[in-house]
């Protein structure tokens, strides 16, 4: 009898123990689901991105999930894998992403995915590659029937023929140790050492057109005129630019017509009709520098100052790398929502 008591309480004991023991385990494997997620928001991954739109436009600028994957998948078959590398194709496309959209430094970069900033610079600059390559044929200049058929309803009434709105932007760049480099990029107008860009963009508001990179100090004048823009005009197409771009003639020339905001100059002011249309022409111009500062603003890496470097080609190309960097910004916008709503 007194074996058997001993046995009860021996197996109460177990019991109790095993109760215990469940309820760790349960909340153990808690405390695991709890780091596994946790883990799998800080691992840059597809799985990280999957459906969330959200972290998505945060870190890339891209409108949604399946515009990214829509763009890895375009460009995961150039990109490099295997041994030689420790990042996977997708992670190589967003630390690139990543770096345009935030201006994150290599050593930032290198502490979240885990390699030496060196890895990082060079990933950039192979995957820049890539994306220049597949991406610069979305910067179209469309042919003139598509173009009027889907034509915003404020261009239809106050600028029918219009096909380009221009403006030049600068980026800036260390300063040059070469005193004429140093001096054909600098800038009066920003006061530093910039690389000059002309862009062109469609009344619909995508960009149609950006220029090579010139020096700060050259003139819009002399950069439209010698950006190639002008050779993609047509007999009566209509081009809106600025006051500072004193084109007319060479827009005439090819029987195109320049619309420009009116001046004051040897005038007291503006007539009436004048200043009516100034105020519609700059309604509609005002496209160009939204789309500028859209630019800029889901691409921040364009508002740093640019290492010498950048300005460079590498062995066998002909393109420099900040070249590459705005024509795939411009590329990716183009991809996004436009800043100019439809009608």
């Given amino acids: 009898m007194q074996e058997v008591e001993v046995l009860k309480s021996t197996n109460e004991q177990l019991s109790s123990q095993c109760a215990q023991l469940a309820h760790e385990n349960a909340n153990y494997a808690a405390k695991l689901k709890e780091t596994e997620e946790q883990l799998r928001i800080l691992v840059i991954n597809e799985d990280s991105f999957k459906e969330n739109d959200e972290k998505v436009r945060f870190y890339t600028g891209l409108t949604n999930w399946d515009l990214l994957l829509t763009l890895f998948t375009f460009i995961q078959p150039a990109l490099g894998s295997g041994s030689r590398t420790l990042l996977s194709p997708f992670q190589q496309l967003m630390l690139t992403l990543m770096r345009l959209r935030l201006s994150l430094s290599g050593q930032d970069l290198g502490y979240r995915f885990g390699v030496h900033p060196s890895t990082i610079s060079r990933t950039f600059t192979n995957v820049l590659d890539v994306l220049y390559e597949k991406l610069k044929s979305i910067i179209i200049w469309p042919e003139r029937d598509v173009l009027r058929k889907t034509l915003p309803m404020d261009f239809r009434k106050h600028c029918p023929t219009c096909v380009v709105i221009i403006d030049c932007f600068e980026i800036f760049i260390d300063r040059p140790s070469d005193l004429l480099a140093r001096a054909q990029t600098y800038s009066s107008y920003k006061h530093h050492n ?45 081009v809106l630019a600025d006051r500072g771009f004193d084109i007319k003639e060479s827009v005439g020339l090819y029987c195109a017509t320049l619309s420009l905001p009116a001046f004051t100059r040897g005038k007291k002011q503006l007539s009436g009709v004048e200043v009516e249309q100034t105020r519609r022409i700059a309604n509609i111009r005002i496209h160009v520098e939204r789309v500028i500062g859209n630019l800029r603003k889901k691409y921040s890496f364009l508002s740093i100052t640019q290492p010498i470097d950048y300005l460079f080609c590498k062995l066998n190309d002909s393109v420099t790398t900040l070249d590459k960097v705005v024509t795939v910004c411009c590329s990716l916008t183009n991809l996004c929502n436009s800043v100019v709503l439809s009608d």
């Fill in 194 to 238: 910039t690389v000059k860009y002309l862009i062109g963009i469609t009344p619909q508001g995508s960009v149609s057109f950006i220029s090579d990179g010139w020096g700060g100090r050259v003139s819009d004048k002399h950069l439209t005129e010698n950006s190639g823009l002008l050779n993609k005009l047509l007999p009566g197409d209509t």
